[in-house]
């Protein structure tokens, strides 16, 4: 089995732990009460946090198969 060149993994590491700050950012609106006077509060604030939650998830599944796979 090849190694995969260092860009490579580099790229997937980066996707993985962007995709995890951004699922952390979205936990953090959701469940904080904190809003500083600059985030939103409402629904809102509720419906951007599940959509980083979602993308952050999303980001990071497309980081670890792109990890696991060997053709990359």
Same mark, same amino acid.
């Given at each position: ?5 260092? %860009? ?5 590491? =980066?996707?993985?732990?962007? &995709? =995890?700050?951004?699922? &952390? *950012? ?12 600059? =985030?939103?509060?409402? =629904?809102?604030? %509720?419906?951007? *946090? &599940?959509?980083?939650?979602? %993308? &952050? ?6 980081? %670890? ?8």
């Amino acid at each position: 089995m090849k190694r995969k060149p260092f %860009y490579r993994q580099l790229s997937s590491m =980066l996707s993985m732990s962007i &995709g =995890l700050a951004y699922f &952390g *950012g979205g936990l953090f609106l959701v469940a904080s009460s904190a809003t500083f006077g600059m =985030l939103p509060s409402g =629904l809102i604030r %509720y419906l951007f *946090g &599940g959509m980083l939650v979602v %993308y &952050g998830g999303y980001r990071f599944y497309r980081g %670890y198969v792109q990890y696991q796979n060997e053709d990359v």
